[in-house]
């Protein structure tokens, strides 16, 4: 079964600097790997996804992540922080089921504070 | 893109009572799912609800406990049965417009207490 592992519970940063939230995936065939964003007290918001090219994917808010097959991680950048960045964000793989459809099944998390 | 919107955005219940949330979508979409949220915590998917067959379940839930509707390709029902305090969560509702490399979106959860 496919899985993403999130090993940061949270993340501290310095606004203006830059940022990552790491995420490894363990899948079999082609990985399908998303990014998505859930702010306080609202739902969860698409950021980016990676499917197959570039290796350095760009999505909502600055945001960008880099597919490392090597490393098997799909790490969620952006170059210079912002406070209204703080916010909990997900990792999730797309796992193909056997009739034809999918499920997507979603990393533990990792809280990002961005301190002014 | 898809919007999705939740009925009722939360609620708070007696234990033993069920409750049904709905779930529209503004588009007709391929796939809805339904998931389950603690706060501040990860996404557990309950179930794939399938247009005129049963919905497909995961490990750990059962169609008597979270029986799921689907009647069309822009409406779906979950209802937590006969309730208890651990059914306490957000639930989210989420649908997907084509196949597995499309972006899969999601409502704004409802939010349900139990007492």
């Known amino acids: 079964a496919q899985s993403v592992a999130q090993p940061e519970d949270q993340v501290n940063v310095a606004e203006g600097n830059p940022l990552t939230v790491k995420c490894t995936y363990s899948?079999?065939?082609?990985?399908?790997l998303f990014w998505y964003v859930q702010y306080p007290n609202r739902g969860l918001q698409f950021l980016l996804k990676?499917?197959?090219?570039?290796?350095l994917v760009k999505g909502s808010y600055g945001f960008e992540a880099e597919f490392n097959k090597s490393q098997t991680s799909f790490h969620l950048k952006k170059p210079s922080a912002l406070v209204s960045d703080s916010a909990l964000y997900f990792c999730?793989?797309?796992?193909?089921?056997?009739?034809?459809?999918?499920?997507?099944?979603f990393g533990a998390g990792t809280r990002l504070f961005v301190k002014a | 893109s898809a919007v999705i919107s939740q009925k009722p955005s939360r609620d708070i219940c007696q234990r033993g009572t069920s409750l049904t949330i709905q779930c529209q979508v503004d588009?007709?979409?391929?796939?809805m799912f339904w998931y389950r949220q603690q706060p501040g915590q990860s996404l557990t998917l309950i179930a794939t609800?399938?247009?005129?067959?049963?919905?497909?379940?995961e490990s750990g839930f059962v169609i008597d406990k979270f029986p799921i509707s689907r009647p069309n390709l822009t409406f779906s029902t979950l209802t937590v049965s006969n309730m208890s305090p651990e059914d306490s969560s957000i639930y989210l509702c989420?649908?997907?417009?084509?196949?597995?490399?499309?972006?899969?979106?999601f409502g704004p959860g409802t939010r349900l207490l139990v007492l």
């Open positions: 989420s649908a997907s417009v084509l196949g597995p490399q499309e972006t899969q979106y």
């Open positions: 999730a793989v797309r796992d193909l089921i056997n009739t034809g459809g999918f499920k997507t099944i």
């Open positions: 899948v079999s065939g082609n990985p399908y």
């Open positions: 609800a399938n247009q005129g067959s049963e919905a497909t379940y």
């Open positions: 990676y499917i197959t090219g570039d290796n």
């Open positions: 588009s007709q979409v391929t796939m």
